[in-house]
T-cell receptor, first 117, second 115 residues
Framework: AQTVTQSQPEMSVQEAETVTLSCTYD???????LFWYKQPPSRQMILVIR??????QNATENRFSVNFQKAAKSFSLKISDSQLGDAAMYFC??????????????FGTGTLLAVQP | DGGITQSPKYLFRKEGQNVTLSCEQN?????MYWYRQDPGQGLRLIYY???????QKGDIAEGYSVSREKKESFPLTVTSAQKNPTAFYLC??????????????FGPGTRLLVL
């Protein structure tokens, strides 16, 4: 069964600096999708970025980028120029490429990011 | 505005009572999902539905029931058989499998507490 591990329960970063959140996963599949979701204090889950495993190029969305290492099964999120609004719980999630009939997302346990002014 | 709405924001359940959480979307998504979130854990799938009048159990369906009579709506009932219902419940929707990435978009959630 696929699993997603986020080994950093909490992280802290100074405003305007860069922080990297780690995520590793376990799968025997070769094609799949990976996601980072942000959950601010409002608890609304917001999609930050997604990566298709068959694409070698790392995904980027403005200040957010990923370092996708397929062989190592690693999918880290880098936040550049951190802002106070980035403070949130960040979840890494995995989905099979074909999804079966489920399209089920498998989530890690989350990393709570604090941004210090 | 397109989006997913969940109501109520907070819900209190008495022992032995069934309660229903509402989820509505106007994104024209065929697929809808219910997840449960507990402290220190990621989200876990309760039920999902790919099309109207069809739904399937997820990983933790015991003590829950759903219906899918309309494309826009996917209510979740927490029954008295669910012995530990206190949690945060999130509804999501997406285009069906086969249409691409099928990214799931989430509603604002419902916090269920047991009295």
């Amino acid at each position: 069964a696929q699993t997603v591990t986020q080994s950093q329960p909490e992280m802290s970063v100074q405003e305007a600096e860069t922080v990297t959140l780690s995520c590793t996963y376990d799968t025997s599949e070769s094609d799949y999708y990976l996601f980072w979701y942000k959950q601010p204090p409002s608890r609304q889950m917001i999609l930050v970025i997604r990566q298709e495993a068959y694409k070698q190029q790392n995904a980027t969305e403005n200040r957010f980028s990923v370092n996708f290492q397929k062989a190592a099964k690693s999918f880290s999120l880098k936040i550049s120029d951190s802002q106070l609004g980035d403070a949130a719980m960040y979840f890494c999630a995995y989905r099979e490429y074909y999804g079966g009939a489920t399209n089920k997302l498998i989530f890690g346990t989350g990393t709570l990011l604090a941004v210090q002014p | 505005d397109g989006g997913i709405t969940q109501s109520p924001k907070y819900l209190f359940r008495k022992e032995g009572q069934n309660v229903t959480l509402s989820c509505e979307q106007n994104l024209n998504h065929d697929a809808m999902y219910w997840y449960r979130q507990d402290p220190g854990q990621g989200l876990r799938l309760i039920y999902y539905s790919q099309i109207v009048n069809d739904f399937q159990k997820g990983d933790i369906a015991e003590g829950y029931s759903v219906s899918r009579e309309k494309k826009e709506s996917f209510p979740l009932t927490v029954t008295s058989a669910q012995k530990n219902p206190t949690a945060f419940y999130l509804c999501a929707s997406s285009f069906p499998v086969g249409d691409g990435v099928e990214t799931q978009y989430f509603g604002p959630g419902t916090r269920l507490l047991v009295l």
